[in-house]
């Protein structure tokens, strides 16, 4: 559990920090009206993560677990990079035509080509972090850690590229605009009261007790 909490938190730091480097490209060179609704959006999973920080008590882990879960949860970094270059080539490709599959497989079986990497990297990580115990394997897993962060970057080079596509062809319809903002400021209001009051339910006690 602990291992899928860090590949989630590392995958949440990757995607916020594409989303605010989105709204500043929409901001500066294209819809000004869709990077203030992708800001909106953004407050979503940020209210959330602070009532989840809020009601948490576990105890965080200390010492070599640390590191452990530190390391694996660049992984998930990684997979929101690659994730970004996947959403954004498809628009770029699919979408528009305005672009074209630089990868020898074409588009878009070079897709397979990252998942063959990503993929071995993400089970050999987990291998040497959490199966096996040894100061070794936490080296052999930095090394590892920092290779994906290479291939990730690439990824996300990638994907900023294809996103200044968008920038220059995406225009929110100007009917559109305020029922998105309506929902988005609604999503935005509702969320943390219901998480908030999810975590504040008290957990049901299973252990069947004898009379």
Do not use: C
Not at 34 to 55: A, E, M, N, R
Not at 94 to 107: D, F, R
Not at 142 to 151: D, K, Y
């Amino acid at each position: 559990m602990e291992s899928l909490k860090s590949l989630a938190q590392g995958f949440l730091v990757s995607t916020g920090f594409i989303w605010v480097f989105n709204i500043a490209a929409l901001v500066h060179g294209g819809d000004a009206w869709l990077g203030f609704l992708y800001l909106l959006v953004l407050l979503v999973p940020i209210s959330g993560l602070i009532v989840f920080k809020l009601t948490n008590k576990s105890a965080a882990p200390t010492g070599s677990q640390r590191w452990r879960n530190l390391l694996f949860s660049f992984q998930g970094v990684a997979l929101g990079f690659w994730m970004f270059d996947i959403i954004t080539t498809f628009y770029a490709i699919n979408v528009t035509s305005l672009a074209i599959e630089l990868n020898p497989l074409g588009w878009p079986w070079g897709i397979f080509g990252a998942f063959a990497f990503y993929i071995p990297a993400l089970v050999f990580s987990y291998v040497l972090l959490f199966k096996m115990k040894e100061k070794i394997s936490l080296y052999a897993a930095l090394l590892l850690t920092l290779l994906t962060l290479g291939m990730g970057f690439m990824n996300l080079v990638a994907g900023a590229q294809n996103f200044q596509v968008f920038v220059d062809t995406a225009i929110l319809a100007s009917n559109a605009r305020f029922g998105l903002l309506g929902l988005i400021v609604t999503v935005n209001l509702v969320a943390p009261l219901a998480l908030r009051r999810s975590y504040a339910q008290p957990k049901s006690d299973l252990t069947l007790r004898k009379p």
